[in-house]
C-alpha cells in the first residue's frame, strides 16, 4: 500500500467524512443521482452505454439538472454529455448546491473536481491531487459545505469547500490552483475572481443602461481584427452589463459566433452560471450561511435592497413567502404577490 493511500484513510478517519448516497463502487459504471439539501435541485447521471460490470471503459454519461417543483413535478435546467476514454475502475459523487447554477462531479476517471453549469459549461476545476476529493457531512452539509481534500504545492490540503461557487475556504494556502485563463476549464477561485463576482452581486439595471455605449464598444473591439485578451478584459470588467449584448450581438459567421460564445462563457464562469446574482434569491439566502462574515454581510445587504421594504433578510422569511415574491424590473426589486 503506497504512502498516499494511506494517508487518504488517516486523513478521512480523522475528519469523519462520509461518502455521499450517489458514489459507487468500482463494478462497472453505475447510475447516480443526488438532490440538493433543501430538495430544490436534482442532478441525475445515466450511463449511455449500460451498467454493471461489463461496462468498464470508455465510459459515456448524460447529466441531468432539475429544478424539483412543490407539486412534484420537474422543470428541466439543462443536460449534456461527457465521455472518458478510460478503463479505470468507476466512482462517481456528485454535490448539488441549494442555489440550481450547477454540481460538483468527483470521479476516478479524471484528476480535477468539476463544477459543471446545468448546460455542461466547465466553470470551476480544483486538482484533487493524489487520494483527494470531497464528501459530505451532516454537520456541515445545511450551510452548503463539503469537507475536502484537495492538491496544491505544499501537496494535500484539507478544509471546507462552499458548493454554491465550488470555493474552498479555511484551507491552507497552495491549496488551490491559481493560475488563471479565460479557456474553457481553467477558472480557480482566485482573489480577483472573487472581486469581480462580488461587484456582480451590487449590479443594478439601472447601471446597465448606463454602461450600454461602453458595453456595444467593447463588443465591437473584441470582435474586430486584432481583439485579444486586453479586450475581453474589458468586457469581463463591464460584467452584467456586456451580457445582454453579447447575447443579442449578431453573429453572421462562424467566426463571430464562436467569438461571441468564448466572451459568453467567459462571463458566466465569473458569474458562477448565475444569471442575475444581484437578485438570485437562493443564492443571497445561501450567503447567509457562508463562513466569511464578509459574505454574509454582503448577502445580507443585498437582500436588504431587492426584498419589498419591511421584509427580513432571512432565510425563513424568504422560504416563508418564495411563492408570492415577484421581481418588478421596473423597480429592480421584488413585491409580494397576493396569497
Request: proline fraction near 6%; include cysteine.
Amino acid at each position: 500500500m503506497s504512502w498516499s493511500t494511506v494517508a487518504w484513510f488517516v486523513l478521512a478517519f480523522t475528519l469523519g467524512l462520509q461518502r455521499p448516497a450517489s458514489t459507487q463502487c468500482c463494478c462497472g459504471a453505475q447510475d447516480c443521482a443526488a438532490t440538493s439539501a433543501d430538495g430544490r435541485f436534482q442532478v441525475a447521471a445515466r450511463s449511455t452505454l449500460g451498467t454493471g460490470g461489463m461496462v468498464h471503459g470508455p465510459y459515456a454519461f448524460e447529466f441531468t439538472t432539475w429544478r424539483l417543483e412543490p407539486d412534484g413535478s420537474k422543470h428541466e435546467l439543462g443536460r449534456f454529455e461527457r465521455t472518458w476514454d478510460t478503463t479505470a475502475h468507476f466512482h462517481m459523487s456528485l454535490h448539488v448546491p441549494s442555489t440550481g447554477n450547477g454540481f460538483l462531479l468527483s470521479s476516478s476517471l479524471e484528476d480535477d473536481l468539476v463544477f459543471h453549469a446545468p448546460d455542461g459549461l466547465v466553470l470551476r476545476r480544483l486538482a484533487k491531487g493524489d487520494g483527494g476529493g470531497v464528501w459530505s457531512d451532516p454537520a456541515t452539509g445545511s450551510a452548503g459545505l463539503l469537507r475536502a481534500i484537495v492538491g496544491g504545492d505544499r501537496g494535500l490540503q484539507q478544509g471546507l469547500l462552499w458548493l454554491p461557487l465550488a470555493m474552498m475556504v479555511g484551507a491552507a494556502p497552495g491549496a488551490t490552483d491559481e493560475r488563471w485563463s479565460d479557456e474553457p476549464g481553467v477558472a480557480p477561485w482566485t482573489i480577483e475572481a472573487q472581486l469581480r463576482f462580488r461587484r456582480a452581486l451590487h449590479w443594478h439595471p439601472e447601471r446597465g443602461e448606463r454602461e450600454r455605449a461602453a458595453a456595444e464598444a467593447a463588443v465591437r473591439a473584441w470582435l474586430a481584427p486584432g481583439g485579444s485578451s486586453r479586450e475581453l478584459e474589458a468586457l469581463r470588467e463591464l460584467g452584467l452589463s456586456a451580457m445582454p449584448i453579447l447575447q443579442a450581438w449578431p453573429a453572421p459567421d462562424d467566426a463571430t459566433r464562436s467569438r461571441l460564445r468564448r466572451a459568453i462563457d467567459c462571463l458566466r464562469r465569473d458569474l458562477a452560471g448565475f444569471e442575475a446574482p444581484w437578485c438570485d434569491l437562493e443564492l443571497l439566502v445561501a450567503m447567509l450561511a457562508h463562513p466569511d462574515a464578509e459574505w454574509v454581510a454582503a448577502g445580507r445587504s443585498q437582500l436588504a435592497r431587492v426584498l419589498p421594504a419591511g421584509a427580513e433578510c432571512s432565510a425563513a422569511w424568504v422560504a416563508a413567502h418564495r411563492d408570492r415574491l415577484r421581481l418588478d424590473d421596473r423597480r429592480a426589486r421584488y413585491e409580494l404577490g397576493p396569497k
